[in-house]
């Protein structure tokens, strides 16, 4: 009886060697795997940058080549801005580099420079993919063979976190770019710019 | 000198698209409904098959209140304006000989209908190669629920805005002083009696 109310042994809790083994293991893979798919994560695009260039591929049917994909994620952006902030640099840049969580850009350039948007029209196709991710398109703007167009989430409250994802097409190359950042200082920033300011007094 | 009224909308005009790019990095959605007061869908539009010029804005008034919050330290006169706006929305499309009849249709039926759904016509110019028409939707005397431009430049190009939203015109009035915007300021945007 007493045997068995006695509290078990510390060598009854202590895992198997084996056991030990496996979990070291598994931790270090871990650890090990972090930094690599951190770093493969800067290579790799966004579901809604990813969605919106899929898109209009398919659209122009032309044979783009991927020229570079980049992603700063927030970790990347801490490291960038843990490391200039030993840089003396205008504080302009310094408060679009804070405000910024989250960027990636994709160049996709294509040899012939043949007519794309008289084939099918990649803003409606590119609108299609985005409203399904649960996007609307702010602004499309299309002259000739040069597209722009910017898109914003549907369900978009914060100023603090705002994200955008945008494209440029033309003959030749298109450009993905996607962001999430604070606007406050950028409107701040904006608005406090005394050439803004002059510049709006110029106009008529 | 008086100034013509369709300079008074093109500087309008470019205040909107001009704002709209503003408000572009920042903001998000209404979803307009035909009921809203000053909501005139203008339905789907297209960029010229032949390859004209097409600019579509769509600010709706998520992000417009986001832009409010943004200004209100700052900018509280823009701020309390925005805040009363529900949506903007800019249509510019280029006109070729493929899409000319039809747009310009369009932006008849469109006319027609504000027309007959009591909208005032507050603008109607006409020049040799320009017809510009601007409508307001009111509430009351001091408050104006919607406006609608219309611009047709017969062989360039077709222009279409739409805000939604109270807009009070001596506000609007008073983001022409605060900017220097001297056609905004001038811009009268009251029903006439």
């Known amino acids: 009886m007493n045997k068995l109310m006695n509290p078990p042994t510390s060598q009854t809790r202590r895992p198997k060697p084996g056991r030990r083994f496996f979990l070291f293991l598994g931790t270090l893979t871990i650890l090990l795997s972090l930094p690599v798919f951190g770093l493969a994560s800067c290579f790799f695009l966004s579901r809604q940058a990813k969605g919106l260039r899929d898109s209009v591929l398919r659209a122009t049917g032309a044979d783009w080549r991927t020229a570079i994909e980049l992603n700063a994620g927030s970790l990347a952006l801490a490291l960038a801005r843990t490391g200039l902030s030993f840089c003396d640099l205008p504080p302009e840049a310094r408060t679009v580099l804070d405000s910024v969580r989250q960027a990636e850009v994709g160049l996709y350039q294509r040899p012939s420079g043949k007519g794309l948007l008289g084939r099918t029209n990649p803003l409606d196709a590119a609108d299609q993919v985005m409203a399904t991710q649960g996007w609307d398109r702010l602004v499309g703007v299309v002259n000739h063979q040069n597209l722009v167009a910017v898109y914003v989430p549907r369900k978009q409250d914060s100023e603090s976190d705002v994200k955008i994802c945008a494209l440029v097409l033309d003959r030749r190359q298109m450009i993905v770019v996607s962001a999430r950042a604070d606007l406050g200082p950028l409107f701040e920033l904006a608005l406090n710019r005394p050439e803004w300011r002059q510049a709006l007094s110029r106009r008529p | ?193």
């Not at chain 2, 209100?72 to 800019?90: F, H, M, N």
């Not at chain 2, 609007?172 to 300021?185: C, P, Q, T, V, Y």
Request: glycine letters at 6%.
């Open chain 2, 1 to 193: 000198m008086t100034e013509h009224p369709s300079m008074k909308i093109k500087g309008f005009l470019r205040f909107t698209l001009a704002s709209a790019c503003l408000w572009a990095a920042l903001s998000p959605n209404l979803q307009a409904k035909d009921d809203v007061p000053g909501y005139v869908d203008f339905g789907k539009f297209s960029p010229p098959a032949s390859g004209g010029e097409f600019v579509e804005v769509h600010i709706q008034n998520n992000l417009i209140s986001m832009a409010a919050r943004l200004a209100e330290k700052s900018e509280p006169e823009i701020a309390e304006v925005l805040r009363g706006l529900q949506l903007v929305r800019v249509n510019v499309i280029g006109l070729k000989d493929d899409n000319r009849s039809e747009i310009v249709d369009r932006i008849e039926s469109i006319r027609d209908r504000l027309d007959e759904q009591g909208w005032e016509r507050i603008v109607t110019a006409q020049e040799k190669n320009e017809d510009v028409r601007v409508f307001v939707k009111t509430k009351d005397q001091d408050t104006i629920q919607g406006v609608v431009v219309t611009v047709l430049e017969a062989n360039r190009q077709a222009v279409l805005v739409n805000i939604v939203g109270n807009i009070q015109p001596e506000k609007i009035a008073l983001i022409g002083e605060r900017f220097h915007l001297d056609l905004l300021k001038k811009l009268n945007l009251k029903a006439q009696p």
